[in-house]
């Protein structure tokens, strides 16, 4: 069974950090490559960054690039989003998905599965 726990998510002021951490079971990044998105009230679903393979192939898409950095640990089944000099804006629930490929435009179908989320909030 693909599953997918995401956790470190919180209450962070401004300016501060925080890593995200996605736990993945019943795939390897063979099969599928790992995605984070987040998600505001309101909102659009955002894609924000990709791994692909053991080899940690890193993607992010345009609108995205500078807001975190996506990591693996193969030897965990880890995946981490780790964001730095977080604001007000960057609020939002956080998932990881394990997807067919990296993209900056996603389908529906593009999705095997999602975590339940973690959610950030960056207070002023």
């Known amino acids: 069974e693909v599953q997918l726990v995401e956790s470190g998510g919180g209450l962070v002021q401004a300016g501060g950090s925080l890593r995200l951490s996605c736990a993945f079971s019943?795939?390897?990044?063979?099969?599928?490559?790992i995605g984070w998105f987040r998600q505001a009230p309101g909102q659009e679903r955002k894609g924000l960054a990709c791994?692909?393979?053991?080899?940690?192939?890193?993607y992010y898409p345009n609108s995205a690039k500078g807001l975190s950095t996506i990591s693996v640990d193969n030897s965990k089944n880890m995946v981490y989003l780790e964001m730095n000099n977080l604001k007000p804006e960057d609020t939002a629930v956080y998932y990881c998905?394990?997807?067919?490929?990296?993209?900056?435009?996603?389908?529906?179908?593009?999705?095997?599965?999602w975590g339940q989320g973690t959610r950030v909030t960056v207070s002023s």
């Open positions: 998905a394990a997807i067919r490929h990296c993209t900056d435009r996603y389908v529906d179908s593009d999705f095997r599965s």
């Open positions: 019943g795939f390897s990044l063979d099969d599928y490559v």
């Open positions: 791994i692909a393979s053991r080899a940690g192939v890193k």
